[in-house]
C-alpha cells in the first residue's frame, strides 16, 4: 500500500453566498480519492489565515508519502480562493508553502480547484458560480528550510474548473460541472492511464457540456474551459 496523503477544504459558507452543492463535490471527491489509495481528510470552511497552515499540517503528515493531493471547493478569481470569511488567499502562496515541505521535494503536489478565475460570463439561472471579493495577503506559516536542490516549482499540477477570468458553474442539486467529471473519469480510467490524460478527457468533457442561461432577456448557453497548468517532470499514475 502506498503512502499517500490528500486534502480536500470544502468551503460551503460565505459572508454573501453559501456554495449550495458543494457537499456533493466533496462526497465524490472522497469517495475517488480512497479508491486512488490516498488517506483522505476533509476541513470544512476554513477562513482565509487557516488554509495555508492547514495545507502544511497534511502536506507533513507522512514522512514517506509519494504525492500529495489537495482540492480546495470555494469561491474564488483569477489566482485566488475565498476563505468562510470572504477573503483571499493566493494560490502562489500555497504554492510557496509547499515548496518548503521537504518530503515533498521531487513529489507530484496536485491541486484541484473548484473556483470561479473571474466573471466573464453570462449569469446562469440553474448553475451558480464560484466567483468572490477582493484579495487579502495571506499570512505566515512555519515550513521546513532545508530542501534538496531542484527548480523552485518543480512538480506542481494544478488542475482548475475554469480557464482564465472565467466563471465555474456549480449545479446546487448536482455538484459542479468539473469535479463530477472529475471524478467520474478517475475512478474509470486510473487503472490505465496517466494524469494528465485522465484530465484531459475531463476537460472535454466539461467543454461538450451545454448549460442554458438567460443574458439580455434571451437564451443562450455556456459552455465553461477547465484548465490545468503542470511543472510535472513525469508522468503521475495512480
Not at 100 to 115: D, E, H, N, S, T
Not at 194 to 199: G, Q
Not at 201 to 226: C, I, M, N, W
Amino acid at each position: 500500500m502506498k503512502n499517500r496523503q490528500a486534502l480536500i477544504i470544502n468551503i460551503v459558507k460565505h459572508p454573501t453566498k453559501e456554495r449550495h452543492g458543494s457537499d456533493k463535490d466533496k462526497d465524490a471527491l472522497k469517495e475517488t480519492l480512497n479508491i486512488l489509495g490516498y488517506t483522505v481528510h476533509v476541513k470544512p470552511d476554513l477562513k482565509r489565515d487557516e488554509i495555508i497552515p492547514k495545507v502544511v499540517k497534511y502536506a507533513k503528515k507522512d514522512k514517506h508519502c509519494d504525492s500529495f493531493i489537495c482540492c480546495i471547493l470555494a469561491h474564488g478569481s483569477q489566482g485566488v480562493v475565498c476563505g468562510s470569511d470572504g477573503k483571499k488567499v493566493e494560490i502562489k502562496e500555497i504554492s510557496k508553502a509547499l515548496n518548503m515541505v521537504k518530503q515533498l521535494k521531487g513529489k507530484p503536489k496536485i491541486f484541484f480547484f473548484q473556483a470561479c478565475q473571474g466573471s466573464d460570463a453570462p449569469k446562469a439561472e440553474q448553475a451558480e458560480a464560484d466567483d468572490g471579493s477582493n484579495v487579502h495577503v495571506s499570512g505566515e506559516v512555519e515550513i521546513d528550510v532545508t530542501i534538496p536542490k531542484l527548480p523552485r516549482d518543480s512538480d506542481f499540477f494544478y488542475g482548475c474548473a475554469s480557464s482564465f477570468e472565467t466563471i465555474s458553474m456549480r449545479v446546487p442539486s448536482e455538484g459542479s460541472l468539473y469535479i463530477q467529471a472529475l471524478c467520474r473519469v478517475l475512478k474509470e480510467k486510473y487503472k490505465t492511464e496517466d494524469l494528465l490524460t485522465m484530465v484531459t478527457t475531463v476537460h472535454y468533457l466539461v467543454a461538450k457540456d451545454e448549460r442554458s442561461v438567460r443574458k439580455g432577456g434571451k437564451d443562450v448557453f455556456y459552455q465553461q474551459q477547465p484548465q490545468l497548468v503542470s511543472t510535472l517532470r513525469k508522468l503521475v499514475h495512480f
